[in-house]
Nanobody, 125 residues
């Protein structure tokens, strides 16, 4: 079965950077859509960035544009999220998710079929 495993995260000071990685086993990312979600305490899970592998198109939430970069590594079968200029409001559990659908609204959480366990990112003042 498909397994998604996130790595990275931890405690970082305001203005710092963190790089998250999502690795897949049992299935290639090729031809699928990968999203990075986050969920802060007491709030709903929201999409922050996504990548459609088949044509390398990208999505970013307005709140992270210019600060976060999503990228892929075909050889390693990983998707990365580089997070720069972090702020306390970015504190959340970050999840990697994959959809078997090619075309759907980016933020449609129900279209993502597989989820990683999540990794905590905490940004201090």
């Amino acid at each position: 079965q498909l397994q998604l495993v996130e790595s990275g995260g931890g405690l970082v000071q305001s203005g710092g950077s963190v790089r998250l990685s999502c690795a897949a086993s049992g299935r290639s990312f090729i031809s699928y859509t990968i999203g990075w979600f986050r969920q802060a305490p007491g709030q709903e899970r929201e999409l922050v960035a996504a990548l459609r592998w088949r044509d390398d198109t990208l999505y970013y939430a307005d709140s992270v544009k210019g600060r976060f970069i999503i990228s892929r590594d075909n050889a390693k079968n990983t998707v990365n999220l580089q997070m720069n200029s972090l702020e306390p409001v970015d504190t959340a559990v970050y999840y990697c998710a994959m959809s078997g659908s090619y075309y759907f609204p980016w933020t449609d959480t129900g279209s993502y079929d597989y989820w990683g366990q999540g990794t905590q990112v905490t940004v201090s003042s």
